[in-house]
């Protein structure tokens, strides 16, 4: 097959971001909670359960690759058995957390007044809204029960009102025995890295990790005499004048000069250190001596070039 030039015009209206909406319109649909299916009964459009999982294996990811995943396998391996004794010890067949919704749903339907069309069919009106609820087909106007599978508020007062339990109107997917087929299979324990049979090929090597700029070690904090000043810059390179302020050098506890992060200088030659600091008492206290001289200095100086010439 070949290929065809495209025109510049052309090119030019295949980015426009009308043109990739207008493109992309018919999915966009599927993210919003109107046209998500019911199949699955599940109202959640977030990826929260990635960002739970990567919450999850926080510590082996910073593991080399076949350290990072033996260190996912095992705590996979102690998941699955948990989750399976977890089950085994239930008092009921509804999944606890389905239970709490369940529960919220059973306070709402208090204020529902129901409007009985036939055995199935309801008219329900909740605070100024009115939904229909059809308890054969498990549907409700208001979506929330097609999507999560959980009987809504307007569902739990039709049930109610025809004196009917409502776990048997929960969803399949929400009960002990959806809940032991999912855990059902479990992961083989291995022996250690020592009894692995050895291949022939390269070896793996780490990639190439360069160092970002600011960009400090797990769990690193700036130290005062570190040399390294808030933009990362070295003890003996010189500090750019901003916005007529400079950063002061104050002294160390060695007897040489330090420089005080959230020190500047003022117009006057004066170091001001800002309640950010992070020196202790005595250096302060050895600044603050500093400055008073230094004040003291130039009072008597001003004094002197204002008093009027004697003789």
């Avoid at 052309?10 to 599927?30: A, F, N």
């Avoid at 049979?197 to 797990?218: A, D, F, Q, S």
């Avoid at 330090?258 to 800002?274: E, P």
Wanted: net charge positive.
């Amino acid at each position: 097959m070949e290929a065809k030039c495209v025109p510049r015009e052309v090119e030019s209206q295949m980015h426009c971001p009308w043109r990739i909406y207008g493109s992309w319109k018919p999915e966009l649909k599927k993210f919003c909670q109107t046209h998500v299916s019911i199949v699955c009964k599940s109202d959640n459009v977030t990826n929260n359960i990635s960002e739970t999982f990567n919450a999850y294996i926080l510590k082996a990811r910073s593991k080399p690759i076949v350290d990072m995943l033996e260190e996912i396998r095992r705590m996979l391996m102690q998941r699955m058995y948990m989750k399976r004794e977890m089950v085994s010890k239930w008092s009921g067949d509804i999944c606890h957390n389905i239970r709490r919704k369940l529960e919220k749903s059973k306070e709402k339907s208090r204020y529902c007044i129901v409007t009985p069309s036939d055995n199935f069919k309801f008219e329900v009106q909740y605070m100024d809204k009115i939904h229909v609820v059809n308890l054969g087909n498990h549907t409700c106007t208001c979506r929330r029960w097609d999507l999560s599978g959980i009987p809504c508020n307007h569902a739990v007062s039709c049930i109610n009102w025809m004196k009917e339990d409502s776990d048997k109107y929960i969803s399949d997917y929400f009960k002990r025995d959806a809940y032991l087929k999912t855990y059902e299979f479990f992961l083989e324990p291995l022996t250690g890295k020592d009894t692995w049979t050895g291949v022939e090929g390269p070896h793996i090597l780490p990639p190439h990790v360069k160092k970002m700029h600011r960009r400090l070690k797990k769990g690193q904090t700036i130290q005062p005499n570190s040399g390294r000043g808030r933009r990362g810059r070295g003890r003996g390179e010189e500090t750019q004048p901003s916005t007529g302020l400079v950063e002061a050098y104050v002294p160390s506890i060695s007897g040489g000069r330090g420089k005080c992060r959230a020190s500047t200088m003022s117009d006057n030659g004066l170091s001001i250190c800002s309640p950010r600091g992070e020196w202790s008492g005595s250096i302060i206290r050895e600044r603050d001596r500093r400055v008073r001289a230094l004040q003291e200095d130039l009072n008597v100086t001003r004094a002197s070039h204002n008093s009027p010439n004697v003789g």
